[in-house]
């Protein structure tokens, strides 16, 4: 079974957005990439909708919620049309009172289907990616008016070496937008599947920037990039070594908005990281699912030249284990 498979674990219908009460003051999205979680004054906790309601309502909400103007914007993976298997998911805004609206339903077709990640608001307008749909079924680059309206900017795999897949969101540098798919591009070793790098302008001029080599620089990356002054960063789930080896298991990796890139770090002994990194005062933090002391995953910082200190390991038992959030 494919690693992000596993993400699509079967839930619940009724599947609730969770706000902490109590925690004093404005607090970051919970989920958020990059948010830092503070200590909540209770536990208790607010449910503000379940997902399932009605017949045409979304379910499986994977990705975090992103604040525009004091009103939350979210996807869901499933749900909505019954087109696809489980349905295509929808595109959907949520009150801090709990009042839901179905903004958009994905239809399965050239408009894309299960959108997995996060939405970016740029100038008004919101962009994300679908896992499939589109032309070629291999997912879309997206935008989406604050009124429901759709538009896809860009169909993957609609020409040899591009990008299969975009699981994770998009970030913004300076008006052109950055993404990763965990498939596609340009490399035989991985019979056009390790994965890319990818620049989008908001009017749909798509570029791959980079493809990924298996065993020179990694292979599937699945967690969005991030921008530290000018430069992207991100992750592999695998990859680097050589065939036969115990030592390509991902890698943190920089690249350039013009396509330069370079492997900081190659993991060993069954790391993946999963998730993307976060920048705090020039250093990196992240996760992989596994290695560690415990075997459950670990926490770690580098450095933009590629210092790695193991933070914490997971799986003692008590502080649970095989992180792949940032």
């Known amino acids: 079974m ?4 596993l993400y699509r674990f079967a839930l619940s219908v009724c599947v609730t957005i969770l ?3 109590g925690c004093g003051g404005s607090q970051p999205l919970i989920g958020a990439p990059g948010a830092v979680p503070q200590a909540p004054a209770s536990t208790s906790y607010k449910s503000l909708y379940s997902f399932g309601k009605r017949s045409s309502d979304g379910q499986e909400p994977k990705a ?3 604040d525009v103007n004091g009103t939350l914007y979210g996807t869901t993976f499933a749900g909505g049309s019954i087109a696809c ?21 994905f239809g399965g077709g050239n408009d894309g289907a299960n959108p997995g990640a996060s939405l970016l608001a740029v100038k008004g307008v919101l962009y994300g990616t679908t896992e499939y749909g589109g032309g070629e079924d291999f997912g879309t680059v997206f935008k989406i008016s604050m009124t429901g309206v759709e538009k896809v900017l860009h169909d993957f795999g609609s020409y040899p070496g591009d990008g299969v897949k975009p699981v994770a969101s998009l970030i913004d540098v300076k008006g052109t937008l950055y993404g990763t798919t965990f498939e596609g591009g340009d490399d035989s070793v991985c019979g056009l599947n390790c994965g890319t790098v990818y620049s989008i302008s908001e009017a749909g001029k798509e570029n791959v920037l980079h493809s990924f080599e298996a065993y020179a620089d990694g292979i ?5 990039l991030i921008d530290v002054k000018g430069t992207l960063y991100g992750t592999t789930e695998a990859g680097v070594g050589t065939p036969g080896s115990n030592t390509g298991f991902g890698t943190v990796f920089s690249i ?6 370079m492997v900081l ?27 560690g002391a415990n075997g ?31």
């Open 296 to 326: 459950g995953g670990t926490a770690f910082s580098i450095t933009t030249s590629g210092s790695l200190t193991t933070l914490h390991s997971f799986g003692s038992g008590t502080d649970g284990s095989n992180p792949a959030a940032p």
């Open 220 to 224: 599937a990356p699945l967690a969005n």
């Open 64 to 66: 975090a919620l992103i």
């Open 19 to 21: 706000m902490l009460a």
């Open 265 to 291: 770090y190659s993991f060993g002994s069954g790391s993946y990281p999963a998730a993307g990194l976060i920048d705090v005062n020039g250093t990196l933090y992240g996760t992989t699912t596994g290695d």
């Open 2 to 5: 494919r690693r992000q498979d």
């Open 85 to 105: 298997a489980g349905g295509c998911g929808i595109v959907f805004t949520i009150t801090s009172s709990g009042k839901d609206t179905v903004l958009y339903r």
């Open 256 to 261: 350039s908005t013009t396509g330069t890139e």
